[in-house]
């Protein structure tokens, strides 16, 4: 459910977006019939676009073979999308035909989307949206991470998980001892 609402969200602010810009348009006619694919690192979302020289269709469930594959986590898209001097983040993985991913993700780039305000209308209303709108990115993980743990509590905190890391390591070398009573016993 939250897949399509988010597609459809994704689609309709493109779109909006390329309307009335021709020089964006032409540059979409040139991708037209390919299929560019982004997925999201950490995440079960992965998106596929669909360029025309009119618009340019979002799918979440497409089966078949892509043109170009974009990877990354979600902040470094965002990142690479908010910044105007960033050209290159490592963490963004380019697959397949590399042109085309770069002219796609360039496009994506110079559209007059809010991509904080959408962020911020997904993952919940005024609380996020300023944490968000206070210094564009700049820290956003940080404060996305503050968010979800101490307001929400969505996220545990890092020192409850390095409490459950130490458990989870306690009880792998309780199980070992265990088997190694075991094969002594037999």
Excluded at 21 to 40: D, P, T, V
Excluded at 93 to 104: A, E, P
Excluded at 115 to 132: H, M, R, S
């Amino acid at each position: 459910m939250i897949h399509k609402l988010v597609v459809s969200t994704l689609e309709h602010q493109i779109n909006q977006a390329l309307h009335g810009e021709q020089s964006r348009l032409e540059a979409l006619n040139q991708m037209s019939g390919k299929k560019i694919a982004i997925a999201l690192k950490g995440f079960e979302f992965k998106f596929t676009f669909l360029p025309d020289n009119q618009k340019v269709r979002v799918l979440d469930d497409y089966k078949g073979e892509v043109d170009v594959l974009i990877s990354s986590p979600p902040f470094s898209l965002l990142r690479l999308l908010l910044e105007t001097t960033a050209s290159h983040n490592p963490d963004v993985i380019i697959t397949g035909d590399k042109t085309i991913g770069l002219q796609f993700l360039q496009i994506l780039k110079k559209l007059e989307i809010d991509w904080e305000e959408q962020l911020a209308a997904w993952l919940g209303n005024v609380p996020i949206a300023q944490y968000l709108k206070r210094d564009r990115f700049h820290n956003l993980q940080d404060k996305l991470n503050t968010y979800l743990q101490e307001k929400t509590h969505h996220l545990p905190t890092r020192m409850e998980m390095d409490t459950f890391f130490m458990a989870v390591k306690i009880l792998d070398d309780d199980v070992q001892h265990l088997e190694q009573r075991v094969r002594r016993l037999q």
